[in-house]
């Protein structure tokens, strides 16, 4: 390396950078993690030039052999890693020229680290996408497991975080399972516009030389070539798309962490969350704390973060590239590395969640739960449902002065309040008969519960990242 000025762009410069300025500029130190994908990128370039007649047999073979042998010491942990040289393409170009010489310096024939750090982006994302899916379909395959063990068990339902109406906890577990089908959905359609290739943009404008994108296209696996060069380099919806998703994913998360956390609590204690998803206090000898649930809904603010600063980091930024767009790595490498661990620690832990199945029923028999299964009951017998309300709200104003459930009342106590009810009112004033009840599809009854754990599983075996 030239001391001078940097070898790969020195040419018009009379002064070396200065020293500080060449570390503010660098960004090798969280862009090398791209090194495979800048890899892959070059061989298909390379061939493509080949192909174009711009480079021989030979120095393509040389190029191909001198990146495989990078690669390795990359990994092996042996490569040289240099500030000076800026960022993971120039490192791994400069690398290439001092193993095969000359030829090394031809490889940036009819390219720009432009289009090669958008092509780059793209593939690991794309990588990233595919990894993510199948870590969503196998913690989606554990929220059905523990749907199938939990159809029976019945919770008090919350709204306002009141008890509501009794539900069963496989219910409510499938309705985690569809936040979840929404963000795979989500992921896909990201990835279908991530999967579109910048390469052959060149700096901005394309290039002189007779390249074939579709060669590119294909060897990459790519869709399709990005249809407008300005576009192509400057362009990272995609990345803002990904952490928008990502933010969806994670508020969703923060939402079953939540819930983990409260039911875990000696107050409600719904579940146990076994000893390895927890730690203690060193002061507390009793403590045992729900970290992986309160860190994942901790973790999902600083994705959001992200995505704020993804948003901000392109808002008014001209055509085409500018050197903003090197802050877009961080964030969505940060995020990328959040939401596998978040995702990691859920798919572990969902289906070894324990439920307290006497708690949670105790629990639902303390609010009132059956209270909208009597008025539907006195609607049946022809009361009109505002009197209906009325009367089942003297008598839960009753139960509450003799601290008892409407299921605990005798038919005497109850028809004080209507003279309609008759003793066929205990079938529905029970937690199972109000449960069963609701049977029709996306309703609470365990059939339709266990009707939607098989749908469930039919929408997993219809996806190819499922083991
Ligand atoms: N490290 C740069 C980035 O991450 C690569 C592209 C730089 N291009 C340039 N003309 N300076 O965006």
């Known amino acids: 390396m030239s001391n001078k000025t940097n070898q790969q762009w020195g040419g018009r410069f009379s002064e070396p950078t200065d020293a500080f300025v060449a570390r503010f500029t660098a960004s090798v130190e969280f862009d ?42 990359i990994e092996r942990g042996t490569f040289e890693w240099s500030i000076a040289l800026e960022d993971v393409h120039m490192n791994i170009e400069a690398a290439l020229t001092q193993k095969i010489g000359i030829t090394g310096k031809k490889l940036h024939t009819g390219r720009s680290r432009n289009d090669q750090v958008a092509t780059d982006i793209r593939l690991y994302v794309r990588t990233e996408i595919d990894r993510i899916l199948a870590e969503i379909s196998r913690l989606q395959q554990g929220m059905l497991s523990l749907a199938e063990r939990e159809v029976d068990t019945i919770m008090p339902g919350f709204t306002h975080l009141q008890t509501a109406q009794p539900v069963t906890f496989g219910h409510h577990v499938m309705a985690w399972f569809e936040m979840l089908s929404r963000d795979y959905e989500r992921f896909v359609d990201c990835r279908k516009r991530v999967n579109i290739m910048p390469l052959g943009a060149a700096a901005l404008a394309g290039t002189t030389y007779p390249i074939d994108r579709n060669m590119t296209c294909e060897l990459l696996s790519f869709s399709a070539p990005a249809g407008n060069s300005l576009d192509a380099v400057s362009d990272r919806d995609f990345a803002i798309e990904f952490c928008a998703a990502s933010s969806i ?75 903003d767009n090197q802050e877009d790595k961080e964030p969505l490498f940060d995020t990328i590395d959040t939401v ?55 008598s839960v104003a ?17 028809q004080q309040f209507s003279a309609e009810i008759d003793a066929d009112v205990f079938e529905v004033l029970t937690l ?25 599983h039919e929408l997993l ?6 083991a």
């Not at 002061?283 to 992986?292: F, L, R, T, Y």
Request: charge should be neutral; glycine fraction near 8%.
């Open 32 to 73: 090398q993690r791209m090194y495979l994908q800048d890899i892959q990128g070059s061989i298909a370039h390379a061939k493509m030039l080949t192909a174009a007649g711009v480079l021989t047999d030979a120095e393509r073979d040389d190029i191909i052999r001198g990146l495989g042998e990078i690669r390795v010491e």
């Open 249 to 323: 994913l994670l508020m969703h998360m923060s939402r079953m962490s939540e819930e983990l956390v409260l039911w875990a609590s000696a107050q409600f204690d719904f579940i146990n969350l076994p000893d390895r998803f927890c730690t203690g206090s060193s002061i507390m000898p009793q403590k045992k704390n729900p970290d992986v649930p309160e860190l994942v809904r901790g973790k999902s603010g600083r994705v959001y973060g992200h995505l704020m600063s993804l948003l901000t980091l392109m808002k008014s930024q001209p055509l085409a590239y500018n050197k």
């Open 340 to 394: 596998n661990g978040c995702l990691r620690a859920f798919a572990d832990m969902v289906p070894a969640l324990e439920s307290r199945k006497d708690s949670m029923r105790n629990a639902a028999m303390r609010g009132f739960a059956t209270a909208t299964d009597l008025a539907d009951y006195l609607v049946r017998k022809g009361v009109a449902f505002r009197d209906a309300h009325e009367i089942v709200g003297k």
């Open 398 to 414: 009753f139960g509450i002065a003799e601290g008892r459930d409407l299921s605990e009342m005798t038919l005497v106590e109850l």
């Open 432 to 456: 199972e008969g109000s449960v069963a009840a609701r049977d029709h599809i996306g309703g609470t009854a365990p059939n339709q519960v266990r009707a939607a754990v098989v749908r469930g």
């Open 461 to 466: 075996a219809t996806r190819g990242d499922v």
